[in-house]
């Protein structure tokens, strides 16, 4: 018994120590950029946000897809990082203007997960071990949505988690939170595995949150997709 005690007491310290590290100087932002956009036509990336009614006058003051989701991360995050593939050079303008760092994933018809690795490489280099991941054709998620995932996380790995999805309705979607075990069981999978392939390799090991946040799961892939947004 008393041997037991003493290894949870070294287990709690251990997360206890764990927890306090999960904090904005820890936790990064990684925004996956890298895709050809084929199915829309143009970089989804650059898409305005928020869109337009089809007719409507400009905005006096517009954004993008991805600046939009730097901007959202960045509230929650100490740095935020891109990966762009073959739009580099058309991104890192926006990237550098909003202090974001872009990173450039060398074979980005490897397919998305492929960035996903390049981006969690980058972040371990920089001396991070937490994870807000999202995709650049998501809308960005409300602040709120956003502040309750990251304080569900740090809840999470208390209880042995090691990641935080979002669910709304039925469905999966982003951002979702990473710690160290789920970034290292993705860099150890194939290039040619998925995100979710490994997520549910490990099922017990995720906490699935519901929101009541339609973006979570929206995803924009065509003209009709963003021009549905309009009427949202």
């Known amino acids: 018994m008393g041997n037991g005690a003493s290894g949870q007491d070294s287990l709690n310290a251990s997360s206890s120590c764990y ?19 084929s199915r ?17 006058p400009p905005l006096a003051r517009t ?29 890192a303008p926006l990237v550098y203007a909003t202090g974001a760092f872009l990173i450039v994933n060398p074979s980005p018809e490897r397919g998305q997960f492929s960035s996903l690795q390049v981006g969690l490489r980058e972040l371990l280099n ?9 995709l650049v054709d998501r809308p960005p998620v409300r602040a709120s949505t956003l502040a309750t995932l990251k304080s569900e996380f740090v809840a999470a790995l208390g209880r042995g988690k090691w990641a935080v ?29 998925n995100a979710r392939e490994i997520e549910h390799q490990h099922q017990g090991r995720v906490q699935y949150f519901p929101v009541d946040d339609p973006f979570v799961t929206t995803n924009v892939d065509t003209p009709e997709d963003y021009a549905r947004l309009t009427t949202a």
């Not at 306090?20 to 990684?30: E, F, I, K, T, Y």
């Not at 829309?40 to 409507?56: F, H, T």
């Not at 920089?126 to 999202?134: L, Q």
């Open 19 to 37: 927890l306090r590290d999960v904090a904005p100087s820890s936790l990064c932002g990684v925004i996956l950029a890298a895709g050809e956009s």
């Open 40 to 56: 829309m036509g143009r970089d989804k990336a650059l898409l305005p946000w928020p869109p337009q009614p089809s007719g409507e």
């Open 63 to 91: 954004t993008t897809f991805l600046t939009a989701n730097i901007h959202r991360l960045e509230t929650e995050t100490e740095l935020v990082l891109v990966v762009a593939g073959q739009n580099a050079a058309n991104l």
């Open 126 to 134: 920089r001396g991070r071990d937490a994870a807000v991941v999202t």
């Open 165 to 193: 999805v979002p669910q709304y309705g039925e469905k999966h979607g982003h951002p979702f939170f990473i710690g160290r075990e789920m970034m290292e069981a993705f860099l150890r999978a194939p290039a040619s595995s």
